[in-house]
């Protein structure tokens, strides 16, 4: 009896290091053929099924809303998600595996950047689809690659360069207001600043410069900064920058011309979703150039000792300003993005919360990591929406949550791991394959 | 002209003082040696040649330029390269990134090239590993590249921190106790890497040692540091019989 629960036991362990094996097979390529006809099942099945489990929509975020609301609709959710969603996945990916393995080995033959953009297509394509179905699906979307701007340009001086920076809704503020105010007097018939100056054609090519210009105004905030807190290390840096936060917040809320404490409005609607993807693609992409090169390693040496990287002929004093004001602009930029979608900004969103929400995504993703600030920015969004019907106490969740990843991975989830972009395009094969 | 000349340098802290009156000429291609007891002044001589610290008095020329006042990341693009007494190595980097960051000051392509991912970066870049790979071939550390730092053994770690020191393309190298804390096997292969250096490379050394052995064996001419102040200077020969030197330093009884 003990021999055959053993040998099932060993054969079930077996079947599943065996299921792990076989997906471990799938290249990316493989993932988002999978995620692709899932999103298309959802658009043509996805509201009869649900209306036939007895929800009364389509689970807008994974069904994780709908199981804390009524408990009662858990089993439904799930068998919602299983049939939309992992099956469709699972299976779509798994039989598609050797294709796609064929035509990831065959996309590896052309310039890496042609590979990434058909994959990018693809994603955007699944995205796209996915958030389809209901404006607060685009509207989280955006948000969370957002996030992921902001969490990445922390991390570059959080992380990389081992400071603690507290001024990031400080530039986000600037940014948003910048890159608002451009669009707004230039654009908007308002009532703050009169008609419009150009005509709203204009505003596809004039967008980029003014979120662009909205970061620079930033860096420039943030060189106000740099300049007395870099000349020594230490907390100087952190007291500084929380101070500069919340004078940019009174400062703008007692500043008239932008509507002082009661927020600007009517922005124009440009910052549709594939332009924030694609901002968000090109802040992974510079970033993670920076971080790779060595220029931005000079970073991570200045961190780990600054007096060695002096004498390996670093500038370092350089180097952290340079690093201070490039996370500045990202972050710059991403308040642009972020006024643009929401259409309005008011000061007081750029406060301690927004601080400790940034902070909170860098430190749960983890350091030092391109992966870890997506895996933390995507992650950190989705639970604090998903746990919304929570009220009051999803406030003591997510930092209980935050406090465990602090006991058992104090760096964060992905620490110190680097972004190499072929390996993750390349083709997944078994290892006599490869030879 | 000497390659590194220092003339009655002084350094206070506050009101200690650390170094006095403190002279050296070193012409490019010789080893010098700098002895003495703990305490002695020896790592503050090089902090200050190396910009760490300013000189309360005199003055320093390295390759015909006075170098007081110089950043210490100038002063090491200029060619003056060191070692550390305790490994200052970086925590989260490879092997390979070691090397490689010693050639910042050399780096060409800027900020746009970095953050693009231009042609010529790549091409840079590509360079700075090939001479980086080179240069732990030479340390026969090349296996570890891809490693980082604290997984490796204390002798090639040490190695690694020769290696990064070479990359800056040095005139002149500075170590400070470059066989501290390394057992006998180890200490003949340093012995050997630091001869290597010198003949393969013609670079002017300049180093404090604690053992008596490794000084005798490599240096031509050896100073003997005692509180800040130079007491004696001379072959390794006139070093090991100077009665001052005995009585302050190697001791009363028997002499290494």
């Not at chain 1, 994974?62 to 469709?88: N, T």
């Amino acid at each position: 009896m003990e021999v055959i629960t053993r040998n099932s036991s060993i054969s079930m362990s077996l079947l599943r290091s065996k299921a792990l094996e076989s997906l471990s097979r799938i290249p990316l390529i493989g993932w988002l053929f999978g995620a692709l006809i899932a999103v298309a099942l959802e658009h043509i099945l996805g509201i009869s099924l649900a209306l036939a489990l007895g929800m009364p929509k389509i689970p807008v975020l994974f069904g994780f809303v709908i199981m804390l609301k009524k408990l009662v609709l858990i089993p439904s959710a799930m068998l919602y998600m299983l049939l939309i969603y992992i099956l469709p996945i699972g299976a779509v990916a798994r039989l598609s595996a050797p294709l796609a393995n064929r035509l990831a080995a065959k996309l590896l033959r052309f310039p890496l950047w042609f590979s990434v953009a058909i994959h990018l297509g693809l994603l955007y394509a699944a995205l796209h689809m996915w958030s389809g179905i209901s404006d607060y699906r685009i509207l989280m979307l955006k948000l969370t690659l957002i996030a992921i701007i902001l969490t990445l340009s922390l991390n570059v001086i959080n992380g990389y360069m081992g400071e603690f920076s507290c001024s990031h809704p400080g530039f986000m503020a600037l940014g948003a207001y910048t890159a608002s105010v451009f669009t707004v007097v230039l654009f908007v018939d308002d009532r703050l600043f009169g008609p419009a100056l150009l005509p709203p054609i204009l505003g596809l090519f004039i967008f980029p410069i003014a979120l662009i210009v909205g970061g620079m105004v930033a860096s420039l905030g943030a060189l106000a900064v740099a300049i007395p807190s870099f000349r020594t290390r230490g907390d100087y840096l952190a007291i500084v920058s929380l101070a500069f936060m919340f004078i940019v917040k009174s400062a703008i809320e007692n500043l008239e011309i932008v509507g002082g404490p009661r927020g600007l409005s009517s922005q124009p609607d440009w910052a549709n979703l594939p332009t924030v993807f694609l901002w968000t693609i090109a802040c992974i992409w510079i970033i993670n150039n920076f971080v790779n090169s060595t220029l931005g390693k000079a970073l991570n040496a200045v961190r780990d000792n600054e007096m060695a990287a002096d004498a390996m002929t670093v500038n370092t004093r350089r180097t952290k300003i340079v690093a201070f004001l490039f996370a500045a602009f990202w972050a710059g930029v991403a308040g642009g993005l972020f006024a643009h979608v929401l259409r309005y900004v008011n000061p007081g969103t750029f406060g301690i919360q927004k601080l400790a929400e940034v902070l909170a995504m860098v430190y749960f993703g983890g350091l030092n990591s391109v992966y870890g600030s997506i895996v933390g920015a995507v992650g950190f969004n989705l639970m604090s929406e998903a746990l919304r019907p929570l009220q009051i106490f999803k406030w003591i969740l997510i930092p209980f949550l935050l406090i465990l990843v602090m006991i058992f991975r104090p760096t964060g989830l992905i620490a110190f791991r680097e972004f190499n972009v072929k390996n993750l395009l390349k083709p997944k094969l078994k290892p006599e394959e490869e030879v | 002209m000497p390659l590194l000349r220092i003339e009655k340098m002084t350094h206070y802290f506050g009101g200690l003082r650390a170094v006095h009156n403190y002279d050296l000429e070193i012409e490019s291609g010789q080893v010098r040696g700098l002895i003495g007891p703990n305490g002695a002044g020896k790592t503050t001589v090089f902090d200050l040649i190396t910009g760490i610290y300013r000189p309360t008095q005199g003055e320093i020329i390295f390759d015909g330029r006075e170098i007081v006042g110089l950043k210490p990341h100038q002063i090491a693009s200029m060619g003056l390269g060191r070692t550390f007494q305790n490994l200052l190595l970086w925590r989260y980097m490879t092997v390979l990134e070691h090397v490689k960051m010693a050639c910042y000051s050399k780096i060409s392509y800027g900020l746009i090239g970095a953050f693009f991912g231009t042609p010529r970066c790549h091409r840079e870049e590509g360079e700075n590993e090939n001479k980086a790979y080179r240069l732990l071939e030479m340390m026969g550390v090349g296996d570890f590249a891809d490693q980082v730092v604290p997984n490796l053994p204390y002798g090639a770690q040490r190695r690694v921190e020769m290696a990064r020191a070479l990359a800056i393309e040095p005139k002149i190298l500075l170590l400070d106790e470059p066989t501290a804390g390394m057992n006998p096997e180890e200490l003949i292969q340093m012995m050997e890497i630091i001869r290597r250096i010198h003949e393969e490379l013609g670079l002017a050394i300049f180093l404090i040692e604690h053992r008596m052995r490794v000084v005798m064996e490599l240096c031509e001419i050896i100073q003997t540091l005692v509180f800040g102040e130079v007491i004696a200077r001379g072959t390794p020969e006139e070093i090991q019989n100077n009665p001052k030197v005995i009585d302050a330093y190697l001791g009363k009884e028997a002499v290494v």
